[in-house]
């Protein structure tokens, strides 16, 4: 297998065909874990060209790629790699065989240089490392692809796309023959997305099989020549893209077509009301960007969008209102009242709710009890004899009838955060907070990840929230989803607040010119 | 996967286990605990001395015995303490290396109670004593929390290095000011009077301490499973962070934290002064914080697990001073046990298996 990868080595540039046309063919493939099959009977087939792996989440499809990965043992199934039996047994022999797959969490060493990262890749890695050839190496396939990356860096100071092609450089050069992408958008900001589709076309073009796992079906029609479709650990069907609609997709996704959301009209009554949240000039100095003159104002009933590229402010003007950082000048007023240096603990009390971007790693304790983390929630509230007991009784009429308010499945309140999907957690953390009813509520990329119809069920949640009078606070990378549920949009750029606009007349070309500062 | 490693996951009795996980659990603790007696067997074999005898000794002369039971619950108040005062600081996240200066700087204090209010009766310099027991050790462990709390120094470290800060200052006390002019070559405290040591329960030699031990143990496992500040504890322990987006005061939970944990080895420190030893000396405590510190570790931090471990090695400890009698072994060869131990539990609670990307 190595011979192969030698055979790539500069010396052949010129006329450097590239060497993969390679097929895989999965048959039958099971995978279980304990009582649950993640991977049900699953077949599955790779030639050249771009295939994307389409389903909700937990739908089973990094399982898929994992086991043919090697990652995950099989517990049924057979793997064909070019007309030959193959038993992945580790990620090692798949990256032996040309199997190269991109995690959708990145595997590098952040201490080390991208040089040396890939050079830990190389099977045909010499003892005594010849650094500038492994760095030319790099660069030559980095140009041919268009993965602009420096050399001599290291990774940790990288931004994630820049980290991305550093993983997929590394792939490559290790020889990989057939290329695997877990979800490999998810974690690029908007305008990166198209630079990564491009690489993915001449790779391509260079006549690699391409393997894309998604949820989202505008990539699958940008880019895929083929889609196969999972639901719940089966594939429902492969098909060619250009025999089948977006709808005919989405109803393999989910078995019936889920609904839009719609914004309701809008309260007109809250412009005049006090404000239940103001930033008067507020300056926060915290863990990430500072925030320089922050102004801004949530009326009873109104949901405020704030777009902007990630990284520009938009989480640390979430913990400048939720109290997480703290104000340095100016003034927070909450309520009325001035809360410029409450704790997190009061502000909470006071009654505003907060909806993470990922639930479990920032609002829920993942080895604590559902009821348990409802009672987190509130402590106060729940505490008896002073808090030398705690009414879980109450916990449970409380959470009980909260659930059925807002019509969600009622889960047990016995088990543990953990074991929730993404996107339960999600709607779990959302529920716990507007049962305590609060008056303003901050989601920090609420829909992140989730599937569709967790996307508009937290949609859906927020919708209601503001009908109810609650002040939402809505940090979303979706344009679309910005624009169809606030009342007033802010961008962000650079810690900073640079305009406001009317999501019922503007367009994503506009708030794209305005995250960017192309407006000059 | 091996095929050694084959042949283990691909076995009847394995399946059987399988559908039994309590069983395969116990199964599993017992064929370690196995490991470590034939390590131990082996090395008594080493010194060309019979293990069978020296397990009788240790058996004879421990558990069978009124002074021998007596002695090994003697040695586990302190060991009770100590694991305590690492398992409270470590569910909120906090490594507290400390408990040995926490048990020096608490007998320190308590001593200077107990010689300076000399005309107290008992029932009001007793508790005087444990209290300043409480708060040296608190106070000590406390400055270790601050420091962590505002983001200075780690609490291993600090903690590491508070010790020899607590056992010199004891020590240049001891040596200068507080010396007791009639012991003349001892550098110790004077003897504190008879009404600042802790009676004994009858002819034992056992004192109220140990009651006191049990009972925070227990007390404190109650208190994280039913009170909101318990609830708030293991979700710090859970996730900072999230804990943090809750409302948790996370800072005052890692001092707070730190302040009981120091508070209850000072304890230790005041038990040791006033049931045993009657003066201060260098010699307060022979390692019990850091026994304490493997011990918790040992039990997991688990409040459940901490009393039967404290008793196990308390029984290793004394049974070192029989063996070194009885057998000519060396005191030391328990240490090895100990560690054998530690070992053990280690190997046998790791479940991930490395990766083999």
Request: charged residues 20%.
């Amino acid at each position: 297998m190595s011979t192969e990868a030698v055979a790539e080595r500069p010396s052949s540039t010129a006329e450097r065909t590239p060497t993969a046309s390679a097929s895989l063919i999965a048959r039958g493939i099971v995978k279980r874990f304990g009582p649950v099959v993640a991977v049900d009977h699953a077949d599955f087939e790779i030639g050249p060209g771009v295939h994307a792996l389409l389903g909700e989440n937990g739908a089973g499809k990094s399982t898929l790629v994992k086991a043919i990965y090697g990652y995950e043992q099989l517990d049924e199934g057979e793997i064909v790699l070019d007309g030959r039996h193959v038993e992945v047994k580790s990620p090692a022999v798949a990256r032996r065989l040309g199997i190269g797959l991109v995690f959708q969490t990145f595997t590098l060493i952040p201490a080390l240089t991208v040089t040396e990262n890939v050079a830990l890749f190389l099977p045909d890695l010499p003892r005594v490392l010849h650094h500038d050839e492994i760095a030319s190496r790099i660069r030559e396939t980095a140009q041919r692809y268009g993965l602009a990356v420096d050399t001599e860096r290291r990774v940790g100071t990288l931004s994630l796309p820049e980290q991305q092609r550093v993983e997929i450089l590394r792939v490559l050069l290790s020889g990989a023959k057939i290329l695997i992408f877990d979800e490999p958008t998810s974690t690029l900001p908007a305008q990166e997305v198209d630079a990564l589709f491009d690489v993915f076309r001449r790779l391509r073009d260079d006549g690699y099989p391409i393997v894309l796992i998604t949820h989202k079906l505008a990539e699958v029609f940008a880019l895929a020549d083929t889609v196969t479709v999972m639901r719940r650990g089966a594939v429902v069907d492969t098909v060619p893209i250009s025999s089948v609609t977006e709808d005919a997709l989405v109803e393999m996704m989910f078995g019936e077509k889920p609904p839009a959301v719609q914004r309701a009209a809008i309260a007109e009554h809250a412009a005049t009301e006090e404000p239940l949240l103001e930033l008067r000039n507020a300056t926060c100095v915290g863990q990430g960007r500072p925030l320089v003159g922050l102004g801004l104002t949530l009326a009873p009933g109104e949901i405020v969008g704030v777009a902007g590229v990630s990284g520009n402010g938009q989480r640390e003007l979430a913990d400048a209102v939720t109290g997480l950082s703290r104000i340095k000048s100016g003034s927070r007023i909450l309520f009325g009242e001035d809360a410029s240096t409450w704790s997190v603990r009061r502000i909470r009390d006071a009654g505003v709710g907060f909806v993470p971007e990922s639930a479990l790693g920032q609002e829920l304790i993942w080895n604590m009890t559902l009821e348990e983390n409802v009672a987190l929630g509130s402590p106060r509230q729940f505490s008896r004899l002073h808090g030398f007991a705690l009414d879980w009784r109450g916990v449970r009429t409380d959470w009980e009838s909260e659930f059925a308010k807002l019509d969600l499945h009622l889960p047990d309140p016995k088990r543990r955060a953990g074991t929730l999907s993404g996107g339960n957690a999600q709607r779990f953390a959302l529920a716990r907070e507007l049962a305590r009813e609060p008056r303003l509520l901050v989601a920090l990329y609420p829909t992140h990840g989730l599937d569709v119809p967790s996307t508009v069920a937290v949609q859906q949640l927020l919708l209601q929230a503001g009908a109810r009078g609650c002040a939402v606070l809505l940090v979303s990378q979706d344009l679309a989803e910005l624009t169809a549920l606030s009342d007033r949009l802010v961008v962000m750029r650079d810690g900073r607040i640079v305009s406001e606009l009317d999501p019922r007349t503007t367009n994503a070309y506009e708030i794209g010119r305005h995250m960017t500062g192309g407006d000059a | 996967m091996s095929a050694v490693a084959a042949a283990i996951v691909h076995n009847p009795a394995a399946e059987w286990f399988g559908r039994h996980p309590r069983v395969r659990e116990a199964a599993r603790w017992l064929a370690w605990a196995l490991v470590a007696v034939l390590a131990y067997v082996v090395l008594i074999l080493i010194y060309g001395k019979s293990p069978l005898h020296a397990f009788h000794e240790i058996w004879a002369n421990t558990l069978s015995t009124k002074y021998g039971l007596e002695d090994v619950l003697v040695r586990m108040t302190p060991l009770l303490f100590c694991a305590m005062a690492v398992a409270i600081p470590a569910r909120v996240g906090q490594v507290n290396v400390g408990g040995e200066g926490q048990i020096f700087i608490g007998g320190l204090t308590a001593v200077w109670v107990a010689l300076t209010f000399l005309s107290w009766p008992s029932w009001l310099l007793l508790p005087a004593m444990g209290l300043a027991g409480m708060a040296g050790g608190g106070a000590w462990a406390g400055i270790a929390g601050w420091l962590k709390a505002r983001g200075w120094m780690s609490e291993v470290f600090s903690t590491v290095l508070m010790n020899y800060v607590a056992i010199l200052a004891v020590s240049a006390l001891v040596f200068g000011p507080w010396r007791d002019p009639t012991s003349s070559n001892y550098p110790q405290t004077r003897e504190i009077s008879p009404s600042a040591r802790l009676p004994h329960f009858g002819a034992t030699r056992i004192d109220v301490t140990l009651v006191i031990a049990v009972a925070v143990v227990v007390g404190f496992a109650w208190f994280l499973r039913s009170t909101r500040w318990g609830l708030e504890i293991r979700a710090i322990g859970g996730n900072p962070y999230a804990a943090e987006r809750n409302g948790v005061h996370v800072s005052r939970y890692v001092i707070g934290c730190m302040v009981v944990g120091g508070a209850l080895a000072g304890l230790a420190g005041m038990g040791q002064l006033s049931a045993l030893q009657f003066r201060l000396n260098p010699g307060l405590s022979p390692g019990f914080g850091y026994v304490g510190f493997l011990l918790s570790w040992l039990a997991g931090h688990n409040p459940r697990l901490i009393v039967p471990m404290a008793f196990l090695l308390a029984v290793l400890a004394s049974s070192g001073d029989i063996l070194q009698i009885s057998q000519g072994l060396p005191s030391a060869i328990v240490n090895v046990l100990s560690a054998i131990l530690m070992l053990v539990v280690l190997l046998a609670r790791a479940r991930t298996k490395v990766s083999t990307a």
